[in-house]
């Protein structure tokens, strides 16, 4: 009794509630609504969620929550919200919640929809949970679907009552109306604020919807307390949002209208400015710091507190988003506040202040402007030091001094000058200052400008050593010299130093009189400069000393100078530590000098006895060599070439420096780099051959061919001499000889080093035929057409001058050729030309017009000069190829004015007589070629287009396998691809594939069905090397193939489909789901594939379900889609009973562990 009246009592709760569903409904009239049963309601929302699962992979994490998921669970199909408690309400709210948060970002998709109808029918939120609601669909709020949803909200007594006119008269709620909203009530705006931070990226209209309501909020009134007790918390929320950079972007536009709006507090602006620049991420700290700048501008609080600068110190180049702010935007104020600030905390030279303030002063020239000030507070702060240069703040503050004096020597003296002529007394503070300004200033280029005039003898001296005279400057190194050497302790660490580095001594090795670079090396003070100066500073004086005095020819000075680096510099340096450096250094002197006509040029007899006594590889042969009589360039690099030999790996890569202009050799040194390759290439092949003699013969060939090619185009880009000529045709000798080489190993690399002679200008093309043709002479005769035949029909990844002029020089030679022939050679001979006359037909449709007029003045020559030759010959092939030559030729005009017009024409070309003979000899061509000739053959391929005979293709398919398994067993390279999916596109184009039967039913031939099933293969290899053509195939696949297939061929070719979607990666598993769903596939189908797997899973002891789980996601699809009630109500009989025969399988005792939950879901939908 007690448990009937509870039944009846559930019933009358249901169908209270279903009268209620009635009238509240977001997606249906309320009378359609009431015709939707739970069930199927319940079935729309899984689907949904099902299509958001696949646009956003926060969907999948939602199944994880225990909330979420019993939202969802079938057991809630009848579901009412007062079924629950009050302990049970919060739980229900934080789940729909999280569910509304997802959705807020795809309010408007049809998913969305379905999934929200099942939460206002069954968990009525439109009631319960208003806010969140509102959260989820602010942001479309002028869409008809923001009206919708209104209309049904209850928001009487919210802070939503405001929309009683959407909800009433059915109109959008415009931005203008929103804004208005927010000013009269700031809960608004700020529950959109808080909605935005909560949902995050996941809804980054929300952000903006905050964004532009805000902003126009603080254009349209003026800026009171109240607004800023709301909106400067959300500010400095906002800018903490380190993982959300479309917040912080929202905050930098705001603060930016706020600043320009209202005048903050100094306390806000600080607060502001700190978080700023602390929480700016790398993508956005210069959007950050332009809003610093832009609030150092306008807010006259601004000041730079410690807790903010430290920050901007710390930012990845700070420095230069400060000169690109200060090129483009008013920032003097902020910069002179930084430099202040930096300039009263850093601490030594090394500090992170220090490096940024002497930065800024070399890259901001907005610095200037406050320069005096600036100086004033930079001797403000070594005044606190006591003007003490050994302290860390002290040295800090005198590298920023002499940077600034080197940026504007004028400004800078200016501003010493004023301060040192308030001096009336020489006080002990005074004199801190002179000594202070004396020792920053002393090295530093005409620093007398900077400094009293006042100054002891010693610092005269110091002066002296800069000063304009020659004569002045060099009776200064005498006297320094001397006292040197008279004490050597009190000249370099005495009381009375007079200097404290060795800069200014450099300065005297770069001097312009030849008796002073001399005197320094030669006295004694080379010895002092060696210890006051690094090692890396020394270094590069002396290559400059030393290219500044061979430029001018003077050969004294630069042995002298050469002479001090080899013998003091070298011991002082750690011996070999520069050596390979000397080495670049000494063999660019001896370029730069060779077959120098000029007085005192360095000899070559000197330069080598300086390489044989550098500690280096290199320089062991010449050392041995050094005793001949007579040297010469040419010797040297003989002599590099042998060293190099025997150790390849260890010194090709010191050799390739020499090819790149350095400090050390100011213009290449390609000539003598080729000159030692082509040396050591000599050396290799004349020793014995072995593995390690053949690895470094490639790897020395490698890199002459690049460094060749790249010569050769750098003489061919200058102007034509006869001197360049002459290098051109040098190198181009040497290019044919290692290209005849690399003929066996990579024609690639082959046909670009052809290419390359090819593509150069025509006064040197002229000079360097005969390199071509020895090319082309002796074992290679043979290769001259196939060679011009790759490069016409090459595919180069830029289209530009270069490669025109590389195919239509192509095209002359083949031109050249064809005129050439008598046409009574043998067969294997003519053959040649058989292949080649193709290739020009090819040219026709080159995309740039020039190579097509090359390709027909190529032809027209043929036919004009060779045509009675021609069909006198014995070559059938040859006179095919006569006729449809001649017959394209009629059209010359069409195909010069479009690419195109060649693959019409041969189409045209099948109603004319022996059309079948031509193209049956393009097809052996194409279903013949070799890996070389993958490029050609794609592009005859191109040409047989138009064709549609089905026996024509089909005699291709044999081809295509046996290159299909050598794609499967190794990756093909881009050709071969490109020749698998053109071979494709006809055998899935119904024209071709589709024929009629007798008794007129469509049929597919079987050898374009197995061609396709070999190119859907699920196994490891194939999945990865045949993708591109699985994608293909896919994409090609369509409903008039598929239709004209038989019952077993198509149930064959959906569980290939099947199997490959189980193993495919994420690009081809989505194509085959829209493959999957383009096709009209029945149910019969997964009935015949769901027994199979049934019968495969009670024959098994343990199962996985795999097969079975992919094809019921299949399923659940189609029983969605439109075509499922086209259905006989036979075929979804069966289907339903098949499916129970699945249920009834996976509630096996034995199959338990084996079952997701995932798996039932979609079983159930698919019920």
Same mark, same amino acid.
């Given at each position: 009794m007690v448990t009937s009246l509870a039944a009846q009592l559930q019933q009358l709760r249901e169908a209270g509630a279903g009268s209620k569903q009635k009238t509240d409904t977001f997606l249906y009239d309320p009378r359609e609504a009431a015709r939707i049963d739970d069930e199927t309601l319940y079935n729309l929302?899984?689907?949904? =969620?099902?299509?958001? /699962?696949? =646009?956003?992979?926060?969907?999948?994490?939602?199944?994880?929550?225990?909330?979420?998921?019993?939202?969802?669970?079938?057991?809630?199909?009848?579901?009412?919200?007062? &079924?629950?408690?009050?302990?049970?309400?919060?739980?229900?709210?934080?789940?729909?919640?999280?569910?509304?948060?997802?959705?807020?970002?795809?309010?408007?998709?049809?998913?969305?929809?379905?999934?929200?109808?099942?939460?206002?029918?069954?968990?009525?939120?439109?009631?319960?949970?208003?806010?969140?609601?509102?959260?989820?669909? #602010?942001?479309?709020?002028?869409?008809?679907?923001?009206?919708?949803?209104?209309?049904?909200?209850?928001?009487?007594n919210t802070r939503w009552e405001f929309l009683l006119s959407v909800k009433t008269q059915g109109t959008p709620l415009l931005r203008a109306a929103l804004v208005q909203r927010a000013l009269d009530e700031s809960s608004v705006i700020e529950f959109v604020f808080t909605a935005a931070t909560r949902i995050g990226s996941g809804n980054p209209k929300l952000i903006s919807l905050y964004t532009l309501v805000v902003l126009q909020m603080l254009e349209q009134t003026k800026v009171r307390e109240e607004m800023l007790r709301w909106l400067i918390p959300q500010l400095l929320t906002a800018l903490k949002a380190t993982s959300f950079p479309e917040l912080q972007s929202s905050a930098y536009m705001i603060v930016t209208k706020l600043a320009s709006k209202a005048i903050l507090t100094e306390k806000v602006v600080d607060t502001t400015v700190k978080s700023l620049v602390k929480y700016a991420q790398p993508g956005a700290q210069m959007n950050a710091l332009l809003c610093v700048i832009f609030l150092a501008q306008t807010q006259p609080s601004f000041r730079l507190s410690s807790s903010a600068g430290k920050h901007v110190v710390h930012m990845e180049n700070a420095a230069d988003f400060l000169r690109d702010a200060a090129s483009s935007y008013e920032s003097a104020k902020f910069v002179q506040l930084l430099t202040a600030f930096l300039a009263e905390h850093m601490a030594s030279t090394d500090d992170e202040y220090a490096q940024l303030l !002497?930065?800024?002063?070399? $890259?901001?020239?907005?610095?200037?402007?406050?320069?005096?000030?600036?100086?004033?507070?930079?001797?403000?702060?070594?005044?606190?030091?006591?003007?003490?240069?050994?302290?860390?703040?002290?040295?800090?503050?005198s590298q920023v001094l002499v940077a600034l004096s080197k940026k504007n020597a004028a400004k800078v003296d200016a501003a010493v000058n004023s301060l040192l002529a308030t001096q009336e007394k020489k006080s002990k503070q005074d004199k801190q200052l002179n000594k202070f300004l004396t020792k920053t200033f002393e090295n530093v280029a005409n620093s007398a400008h900077f400094l009293p005039s006042h100054t002891d003898a010693n610092t005269s001296l110091a002066l002296a050593l800069d000063h304009p005279t020659e004569r002045i400057r060099y009776q200064a190194l005498v006297t320094l010299a001397k006292q040197h050497e008279a004490s050597e302790v009190a000249a370099t660490t005495g009381k009375d130093q007079v200097l404290t580095s060795g800069n200014v001594l450099l300065r005297r090795l770069l001097d312009d009189s030849e008796r002073i670079t001399k005197f320094m090396v030669t006295s004694s003070l080379s010895g002092l400069m060696l210890s006051l100066c690094s090692k890396k500073k020394m270094f590069e004086t002396i290559v400059q000393s030393v290219h500044k005095w061979s430029a001018r020819g003077k050969a004294s000075v630069v042995e002298a100078v050469a002479a001090f680096a080899l013998e003091s510099f070298r011991k002082s340096a750690a011996g070999s530590d520069f050596d390979d450096k000397f080495l670049t250094l000494f063999v660019s002197l001896a370029v730069a000098d060779r077959g120098s006509k000029k007085a005192g040029a360095v000899s070559i007899d000197s330069i080598w006895s300086w390489i044989a006594t550098l500690d280096h590889a290199l320089s062991a042969g010449a050392s041995k060599a050094s005793k001949k009589d007579s040297k010469t360039i040419a010797d040297l690099a003989e002599n590099f070439g042998c060293v190099l030999a025997d150790d390849v790996p260890g010194l090709l890569p010191c050799c390739l420096r020499w090819s790149q202009a350095t400090d050390l050799n100011e213009k290449p040194l390609t000539e003598f780099l080729i000159q030692t390759l082509s040396s050591a290439r000599t050396q290799l092949a004349a020793k014995k051959s072995n593995k /390690?003699?053949?690895?470094?013969?490639?790897? =020395?060939?490698?890199?002459?061919?690049?460094?060749?090619?790249?010569?050769?185009?750098?003489?061919?880009?200058?102007?034509?001499?006869?001197t360049q000529t002459t290098r051109a045709v040098n190198v181009a000798s040497k290019l044919a000889g290692v290209a005849s080489d690399v003929f066996a190993v990579s024609r690639?690399?082959?046909?670009?080093?052809?290419?390359?002679?090819?593509?150069?200008?025509?006064?040197?093309?002229?000079?360097?035929?005969?390199?071509?043709?020895?090319?082309?002479?002796?074992?290679?005769? !043979?290769?001259?057409?196939?060679?011009?035949?790759?490069?016409?029909?090459?595919?180069?990844? #830029?289209?530009?001058?270069m490669n025109v002029l590389a195919k239509t020089r192509s095209l002359d030679i083949i031109s050249a050729v064809l005129e050439g022939f008598s046409y009574s050679e043998s067969d294997e001979e003519? &053959? &040649?030309?058989?292949?080649?006359?193709?290739?020009?037909?090819?040219?026709?449709?080159?995309?740039?017009?020039?190579?097509?007029?090359?390709?027909?003045?190529?032809?027209?020559?043929?036919?004009?000069?060779?045509?009675?030759?021609?069909?006198?010959?014995?070559?059938t092939d040859l006179k095919v190829l006569q006729k449809a030559s001649a017959f394209f030729l009629k059209a010359k005009q069409d195909m010069l004015l479009d690419a195109n017009a060649v693959a019409v024409l041969c189409g045209s070309y099948g109603s004319q007589a022996g059309s079948a003979a031509f193209y049956q000899l393009l097809m052996t061509f194409v279903s013949s070629a070799s890996n070389d000739e993958m490029g050609i053959a794609v592009k005859l391929l191109e040409l047989l287009a138009p064709v549609k005979e089905t026996a024509f293709w089909a005699q291709s398919v044999?081809?295509?396998?046996?290159?299909?398994?050598?794609?499967?067993?190794?990756?093909?390279?881009?050709?071969?691809? /490109?020749?698998?999916?053109?071979?494709?596109?006809?055998? =899935?184009?119904?024209?071709?594939?589709?024929?009629?039967t007798k008794h007129k039913q469509p049929v597919v031939s079987k050898e374009f069905l197995d061609v396709l099933l070999?190119?859907?293969?699920?196994?490891?290899?194939?999945?990865?090397?045949?993708?591109?053509?699985?994608?293909?195939?896919?994409?090609?696949?369509?409903?008039?193939?598929?239709?004209?297939?038989?019952?077993? $061929?198509?149930?064959?070719?959906?569980?290939?489909?099947?199997?490959?979607?189980?193993?495919?990666?994420?690009?081809?598993?989505?194509?085959?789901?829209?493959?999957?769903?383009?096709?009209?596939?029945?149910?019969?189908?997964?009935?015949?594939?769901?027994?199979?797997?049934?019968?495969?899973?009670?024959?098994?002891? !343990?199962?996985?379900?795999?097969?079975?789980?992919?094809?019921?996601?299949?399923?659940?699809?189609?029983?969605?889609?439109?075509?499922?009630?086209?259905?006989?109500?036979?075929?979804? $009989?069966?289907?339903?009973?098949?499916?129970?025969?699945?249920?009834?399988?996976?509630? $096996?005792?034995?199959?338990?562990?084996?079952?997701?939950?995932? #798996?039932?879901? #979609?079983?159930?939908?698919?019920?």
């Open positions: 929302a899984w689907n949904g =969620l099902l299509e958001l /699962k696949q =646009l956003d992979a926060r969907f999948e994490e939602l199944d994880a929550d225990a909330g979420v998921a019993k939202l969802f669970s079938r057991q809630r199909i009848h579901f009412h919200r007062s &079924q629950i408690t009050k302990q049970e309400e919060p739980e229900l709210n934080a789940a729909i919640h999280k569910v509304l948060d997802a959705l807020s970002a795809y309010f408007l998709l049809g998913a969305t929809h379905k999934v929200l109808e099942f939460l206002v029918r069954r968990y009525e939120i439109h009631r319960y949970n208003v806010d969140g609601v509102m959260a989820a669909i #602010v942001s479309f709020h002028e869409s008809s679907w923001f009206v919708r949803m209104v209309r049904i909200l209850h928001i009487h !002497t930065a800024l002063v070399e $890259s901001l020239p907005v610095l200037n402007e406050f320069m005096d000030e600036l100086v004033q507070t930079l001797l403000t702060q070594a005044k606190e030091e006591n003007f003490a240069l050994d302290s860390g703040r002290g040295q800090a503050i /390690k003699t053949k690895e470094q013969q490639a790897s =020395l060939d490698q890199s002459f061919r690049f460094i060749l090619k790249k010569e050769f185009v750098s003489l061919c880009e200058q102007n034509p001499s006869e690639d690399e082959f046909d670009a080093c052809v290419a390359t002679l090819l593509q150069s200008p025509t006064p040197i093309f002229i000079h360097i035929q005969g390199c071509l043709l020895e090319l082309f002479n002796g074992r290679l005769e !043979t290769e001259l057409l196939p060679t011009m035949a790759r490069l016409v029909t090459a595919s180069p990844a #830029v289209h530009d001058v003519l &053959q &040649q030309l058989v292949h080649v006359v193709p290739v020009v037909l090819v040219a026709l449709a080159d995309s740039s017009k020039t190579v097509r007029q090359a390709a027909v003045t190529c032809l027209t020559r043929w036919l004009e000069a060779c045509g009675d030759a021609v069909r006198s010959s014995k070559s044999d081809f295509f396998h046996q290159t299909l398994a050598g794609c499967s067993a190794s990756a093909a390279d881009s050709s071969t691809t /490109k020749l698998l999916t053109g071979f494709l596109a006809h055998y =899935l184009d119904t024209e071709v594939a589709v024929t009629t070999a190119v859907l293969r699920a196994d490891k290899d194939a999945v990865v090397r045949l993708q591109k053509l699985q994608l293909f195939a896919l994409t090609r696949l369509s409903s008039g193939f598929y239709e004209a297939l038989d019952d077993v $061929s198509r149930h064959v070719l959906v569980d290939k489909l099947l199997r490959l979607l189980m193993a495919a990666d994420e690009a081809v598993a989505t194509k085959l789901i829209q493959c999957l769903n383009a096709l009209p596939l029945t149910y019969g189908i997964f009935i015949r594939l769901l027994e199979e797997e049934i019968a495969a899973s009670k024959a098994t002891k !343990t199962a996985d379900f795999q097969e079975l789980s992919c094809i019921l996601e299949v399923l659940v699809i189609k029983v969605d889609s439109a075509a499922s009630y086209e259905e006989p109500q036979t075929a979804v $009989s069966k289907l339903l009973k098949t499916l129970c025969d699945v249920l009834a399988l996976f509630c $096996s005792p034995k199959h338990e562990a084996a079952v997701s939950e995932y #798996v039932l879901q #979609v079983l159930f939908s698919c019920l």
